[in-house]
């Protein structure tokens, strides 16, 4: 059985998930987590030899859409529910999501 | 009793129908006197997070003006909800997230527009667990919904909203989704009828995505016939959605033939006595009444083995996180939805987007689903995939064909399998909400038809001393719903008594 979880093991895959935990959520999330985690240890004496792993309820098959060009909707219906969503295209950022600065 | 309507006293889809059909109410009659019921007692319940009076008037006064050119249409002038995570266009559907707060889809969900176009009405989107993750709507942004047979009971979850509307008379039918027992465990909570179809019958677009291969929509209902009714309505192939079955779509309602004859219930004995499922004594002997009731119906009921049910929690609980954690990475501040307001300079770790992405996901997600983000992305990170997810997904592979052999028609296989819906009834509110594990434990009986992907019916089955309704729990092959329906629809008459 792994080690109990820990809170830095916490941190770590809050900034996998892209969380910015609070510590007070550090503190809720590490007991509760670890607990879920060691019931689910009890899936480690299951004899699964032969079990399929990759097995979907909707089965392998894989159906594929015509390859042809359909509508799709307008640039200012996509826009409309952005938080900083410019619909106006004759400003010079008009037809973007806007978003903070991309480097640090 | 806190004014829960019984089943039997209530107006059903198919009255309404008939009666808006022969001209003998307006839609619009029937529609304003349900959004009265809900202006005058959603208070108690919390079951709607947005009702759309003027949209449903407006749209029963057209059901009226077409009665006769659309007389064939099945839900001719019902008024129906529908739960917040499915998408109804140009309405709010926020799935009950802070994330979401303001959104409003460019686009119909299928079934939204299936609903439409068979004449229901849709009078408001109800309340739900978070991204309809939880079991018992107390992860809402709105607050909890409360169960209209005790108001400090949860009304289970995460379709908790939907089945207290229900229940409480405030809709004749309700559409919901079901993830890990979310339409039929809120029905047993609420004694009324729920059914998960199955994986791939009703077409999944536009319901906003928590696990892709367990999601799936459906009926809760006062009546089986309703159930039977709505499904008919919602099943179908849909282009936009890969998962859903080019399959012929049975004539549900025609196979509610009112017996049982003919039909063997299996009954897996020994998942019943598994010590972490913690079954209620009366939800047990209710059980035991329930198998009594099938066998009058006309049921054969045998012993039934599924030796890796016991596992169907952890199972669950690694894989529906998995695929969540992969799902909600679309809300990121960026697209729809709310976005935090941006700090100087980032923390220090990443760039100012970075630094958004992080705080907009953090204040505009709840507990509950935090926790199931980071159970996810830590169950498919590198060096514990294996051990966790592949794992999980090994033991799914191993239940489902549990279920294969128990419904072998080539050997004596049965055709139903019957159990509990939940280990005990409804909870009272705040009883698990700092323990998510025993919140998880009472699913143990419903999480399995998701991993399967077989569909499966929570129908009522007394209530216990306290007057606490008990739900009976019904699965069936895979695209067996009618043969599903008609067990359910004999055991719901056997228990009404001779009319």
């Excluded at chain 1, 879920?36 to 299951?46: D, K, M, N, S, T």
């Excluded at chain 2, 107390?138 to 509307?165: C, L």
């Excluded at chain 2, 012993?303 to 952890?314: F, Q, T």
């Excluded at chain 2, 919140?439 to 007057?467: E, K, Q, W």
Aim: aromatic letters at 6%.
């Amino acid at each position: 059985m792994p080690d109990r979880l820990t809170r830095a093991d916490v941190e770590r895959i809050a900034a996998l998930a892209h969380l910015d935990l609070t510590p007070e959520e550090v503190d809720l999330f590490t007991p509760q987590l670890a607990d879920i985690l060691e019931y689910a240890e009890r899936l480690q004496g299951v004899d699964v030899s032969g079990a399929d792993e990759s097995w979907h309820p909707g089965g392998a098959d894989c159906p594929r859409r015509p390859d042809s060009v359909r509508p799709s909707l307008a640039r200012d219906q996509t826009l409309a529910n952005a938080p900083d969503g410019v619909a106006d295209r004759t400003s010079e950022t008009g037809g973007f999501f806007r978003v903070p600065r991309v480097l640090g | 009793m806190a004014g829960a309507a019984r089943p039997a006293d209530a107006e059903t889809a198919s009255s309404i129908r008939d009666a808006v059909r022969s001209g003998h109410r307006s839609a619009v009659e029937v529609c304003r006197h349900y959004l009265e019921r809900i202006a005058e007692d959603d208070g108690r319940w919390n079951a709607f997070t947005a009702v759309f009076r003027d949209e449903a008037l407006a749209r029963a006064a057209e059901v009226d003006r077409h009665r006769n050119e659309w007389r064939d249409r099945p839900l001719l002038g019902v008024p129906i909800t529908v739960k917040d995570v499915i998408c109804t266009r140009g309405q709010p559907t926020t799935a009950a997230s802070r994330i979401l707060a303001g959104f409003r889809p460019p686009y119909n969900a299928t079934v939204a527009a299936r609903l439409r176009e068979a004449g229901a009405i849709v009078v408001g989107k109800t309340n739900c667990d978070e991204f309809a993750m939880g079991s018992s709507t107390e992860h809402s942004a709105y607050g909890p919904s409360r169960n209209p047979w005790d108001p400090e009971r949860t009304p289970g979850g995460s379709s908790g909203g939907a089945a207290a509307a229900v229940a409480a008379g405030l809709a004749p039918v309700a559409i919901g989704s079901d993830t890990g027992g979310s339409i039929r465990q809120p029905a047993a909570f609420c004694g009324i009828a729920g059914l998960k179809p199955t994986y791939g019958r009703v077409s999944r677009y536009g319901l906003l995505a928590f696990a892709s291969s367990l999601d799936q929509i459906g009926p809760l209902a006062r009546t089986v016939a309703d159930t039977a009714l709505v499904l008919g309505v919602l099943a179908g192939h849909d282009p936009h959605d890969a998962t859903s079955v080019d399959a012929p779509v049975d004539d549900y309602t025609a196979a509610l033939s009112g017996d049982a004859a003919g039909l063997r219930v299996g009954v897996p004995r020994a998942l019943l006595g598994y010590g972490d499922a913690g079954i209620d004594s009366e939800v047990l002997a209710a059980f035991d009444k329930a198998l009594v009731a099938l066998a009058a119906a006309g049921a054969l009921v045998v012993d039934v083995e599924l030796p890796h049910a016991e596992h169907a929690v952890p199972v669950y609980y690694l894989v529906a996180p998995a695929e969540a954690s992969s799902n909600l990475a679309r809300y990121d501040g960026v697209r729809y939805g709310a976005r935090a307001a941006a700090a100087e300079g980032g923390d220090g770790a990443g760039s100012p987007l970075a630094a958004m992405y992080d705080r907009t996901r953090d204040a505009g997600f709840g507990a509950e689903v935090k926790r199931r983000i980071m159970l996810g992305t830590y169950a498919l990170s590198a060096g514990y995939y294996d051990a966790y997810y592949r794992r999980a997904q090994r033991v799914r592979s191993l239940i489902r064909r549990d279920y294969d052999r128990a419904f072998d028609t080539a050997g004596p296989g049965v055709d139903v399998i019957a159990m509990p819906t939940t280990p005990a009834p409804a909870f009272r509110l705040g009883e698990h909400l700092q323990d998510p594990l025993a919140m998880y434990l009472g699913d143990v009986f419903t999480v399995s038809a998701n991993l399967t992907g077989l569909p499966a019916i929570s129908v009522p089955a007394g209530f216990t001393a306290a007057r606490l309704p008990i739900g009976l729990q019904l699965v069936g092959r895979a695209f067996g719903e009618a043969t599903l329906l008609r067990l359910a629809h004999a055991y719901e008459r056997v228990q009404e008594g001779p009319a």
